[in-house]
């Protein structure tokens, strides 16, 4: 009790290092989530674009309005610097400048030059197809009156290829729930980390240490001790993530099979997380060192893993060098779990075997963690 | 300057100090380095591949055949078995399904999941449809693109690791100024009762961590320029002054945390981690449109943290020059640094102790 007490007394102290995480956690998937949640057929992506319209007239109104349909329009001020910020960190994919005399230009059949601001992302492309097809189809009625292409234009664009969603998943729903846990990689592997490695090292203090060296009390029984209340702080932790996931992503799915399964790869990361961190309160002792190589495992294997930017970005070389890492596995059976639909072995066969070399990296942490711990323990 | 000297020795004595607080921004940046080494590869439009089915009975599927083998935006191959080819879009190793009815009906397409890609393929379909539809061939439309991205995706990255390595130098402004700190060392206490100026003993430890700090960032900046080869442009001369300038405020926030915290050491760099990281976070580290969204929604927020303005300012500086939002950027910084210099001052000076 007297050790619990004490641990609890230091995680108090340090309780908003582990606020500050879920902040960001919280954040980082609302900012990401996807929108048309519930949503189980196509629904189309919408890249975010700023339409310009300085002509004014039918033709150009029409053009703007169906940008505005197929596209998240946004009001951003053309002047200063706000639009370019605005592409070049992905806020806005397409800015599109409708320039004067554009639908009598249209009309007369005449070619009309498009002037765009393009970031080149998938984005961009897409909003590029929207508003190439509004103007070949506006320009395959001319010659004519422009409030005759505007209305003819927008009645045949109507018509669209229909698409068939192939999964019965909530797939918007389970995506931000991908986000949402992969991101947790970071928060448990920093925030829990570094939370139970703070209390854990006071105990590893010389002067402590010293202390409980000459005490009654076994240093495998401190060690216990220790161990319990670092997965008390991990349980509790993982459950304020888990009711916080109900909010940032739905009861729904959180309840669906898939979703649960989402919940059970993260309770099996932060198992690797807890022997993780109570292995580095063993090998290190300065606090800088200790601070410094949690933010390059729990930074770094986020970035490398497809935390931070999607895996399809990351190099072949870096995606072998990931394979070392538990936190890949882990992010890999979230992208699993977001497609996921048939449960038998032959679907379930790559997320077991992700399981299992998370698994298998804690039980070696645990040996390697005793094994240290013996030998601290004989040096007394 | 013998003072500074020998604070200098001390300071670099702290091996473990000052290895991590030196190798960790470079081991970050070289981890970055990888991971976005394929980024302007990524931004590359590749055509998504999608699988049609063969049906005899379809009148539209040979016109279709035709226009597929003009379009370049898609990757098209053609299949028989349904099943098979089913299996393929549940592995996610195709986009999509088209699929002719019999007669003149128009194809479907089956997705597996929403997303930018199927979006890409229901655009470009809808067009073939539209266009068979008019009974017309649609003309190209010129397009022209005003915008260069003169800088990859990257750079953001690259910025924010920069604001982190100045704002991580704190922790060595913390351990200097504690060393002279009386409720912190012993050696705090031997000064606190010396007949020594403490207000000259604090301001070499600054000077110290100063000149610690800027060693540091300058073998960051050896790995950047030489080994990893990272283009800043013609404006790295203002790209290192805007560094040491953000290493100011990373040594006035080790001064604050070391004034204001009346906390343990370790807590302390607790402190100037959490700090750090949470600026970074918003300054958009861990994905850059977070940054975006923070200077949109609560644009104070950005203009009050250290590494958001430092990483505008490198922006700023390597896309428009050392114009106003650069230096607007260096003054909120100096502002910042000054602020908290002053409340560490007024929280230093004058503190006695009966007891310790």
């Known amino acids: 009790m007297t050790t619990f007490k004490t641990y609890l007394r230091i995680v108090q102290k340090n309780i908003w290092i582990i606020i500050m995480y879920t902040v960001m956690l919280v954040l980082f998937s609302a900012v990401n989530s996807s929108t048309g949640r519930g949503q189980m057929d196509f629904a189309a992506t919408k890249p975010s674009t700023a339409v310009y319209d300085y002509d004014g007239s039918n033709l150009s109104n029409a053009l703007a309005d169906y940008v505005k349909e197929h596209t998240e329009t946004k009001e951003i001020p053309k002047d200063g610097d706000t639009l370019s910020d605005a592409l070049y960190y992905s806020d806005v994919d397409y800015v599109i400048y409708i320039e004067k005399g554009f639908g009598e230009k249209i009309a007369k059949g005449e070619d009309s030059e498009i002037e765009v601001k393009s970031n080149n992302s998938y984005g961009s492309y897409l909003s590029e197809t929207i508003v190439s097809r509004f103007v070949k189809v506006a320009k395959s009625f001319a010659p004519m009156s422009e409030t005759e292409i505007a209305s003819k234009t927008s009645a045949l664009l109507k018509n669209e290829t229909k698409v068939e969603l192939n999964t019965k998943l909530d797939t918007s729903g389970l995506s931000t729930a991908e986000f949402y846990y992969n991101f947790m990689n970071y928060s448990i592997l920093a925030g829990l980390v570094f939370a139970i490695s703070y209390a854990t090292i006071g105990f590893r203090r010389r002067m402590v240490k010293k202390r409980l060296n000459v005490s009654s009390t076994s240093y495998r029984k401190i060690n216990r001790d220790l161990m319990i209340c670092n997965s008390i702080l991990a349980i509790a932790m993982l459950t304020i993530y888990t009711i916080l996931g109900l909010f940032v992503i739905g009861p729904s799915v959180i309840f669906s099979t898939n979703g649960l399964l989402m919940v059970l790869n993260s309770i099996i990361l932060t198992i690797f997380a807890v022997s993780f961190a109570f292995l580095l309160t063993n090998l290190v002792e300065k606090n800088n060192a200790l601070l410094a190589i949690i933010n390059i495992v729990s930074i770094g294997s986020s970035f490398i893993c497809g935390v931070f930017v999607p895996m399809e970005w990351v190099p072949d070389f870096v995606v072998s060098l990931a394979h070392f890492l538990p936190s890949f596995y882990y992010i890999d059976n979230n992208r699993i779990f977001a497609t996921l639909e048939k449960f038998d072995g032959e679907h379930l066969g790559p997320v077991l075997f992700n399981f299992s070399i998370i698994i298998g990296a804690t039980i070696l942490l645990i040996i390697i963690n005793s094994i240290v711990s013996r030998k601290k323990g004989n040096e007394k | 300057m013998k003072r500074l000297f020998y604070n200098l020795k001390i300071t670099f004595k702290n091996k473990e100090l000052i290895f991590w607080t030196f190798a960790f921004p470079i081991i970050l940046i070289t981890l970055f380095y990888a991971a976005f080494s394929n980024i302007t590869a990524a931004d590359n439009y590749t ?112 910025f924010s690791l920069l604001a982190m390595a100045c704002l991580y130098g704190a922790m060595i402004g913390t351990k200097s100024l ?70 100011l405020a990373g040594l006035a926030l080790g001064t604050f945390v070391s004034a204001a915290f009346r906390v343990k050491e370790d807590t302390k760099d607790g402190i100037t981690t959490g700090f750090t990281m949470l600026c970074c976070f918003f300054s958009g580290m861990m994905g850059p449109s977070m940054k975006f969204v923070i200077d949109s929604a609560v644009p104070f927020l950005n ?22 939002r650069f230096w607007t950027d260096v003054i909120l910084l100096l502002v910042f640094s000054g602020v908290i210099s002053i409340i560490s001052v007024k929280i230093l000076r004058r503190q006695k102790y009966d007891n310790l």
């Open chain 2, 47 to 158: 055509a998504p591949k999608i699988v049609a089915i063969e049906n005899e009975n379809s009148k539209l599927l040979p016109v279709y055949k035709q226009i597929f083998e003009k379009v370049d935006a898609l990757d098209v191959s053609f299949e028989n078995n349904f099943d098979e080819t089913k299996q393929k879009l549940e592995k996610e190793d195709i986009i999509g399904i088209i699929t002719f009815e019999d007669d003149m009906s128009f194809p479907k397409l089956i997705i597996e999941k929403n997303g930018t890609s199927q979006t890409i393929v229901q655009n470009i379909m809808t067009e073939i449809e539209l266009s068979i539809r008019s009974g017309k061939q649609f003309d190209e439309v010129k397009i022209k693109n005003t915008y260069e991205r003169n800088q990859e995706m990257a750079m953001i990255e690259y």
């Open chain 2, 178 to 247: 504690d060393k002279s700190l009386a409720n912190m060392t012993a050696s705090g206490k031997r000064i606190a009762v010396s007949a020594i100026s403490k207000a000259k003993i604090v301001l070499v430890s600054l000077v110290t961590s100063y000149i610690t700090q800027l060693i540091g960032l300058a073998l960051l900046f050896l790995h950047i320029l030489f080994i990893l080869k990272i283009d800043f442009g013609p404006e790295l001369p203002g790209v290192i002054g805007l560094t040491a300038v953000g290493a």
């Open chain 2, 303 to 324: 203009k009050i943290n250290p590494a958001a303005l430092l990483t505008d300012g490198y922006y700023s500086l390597t896309n428009f020059g050392a114009g106003e």
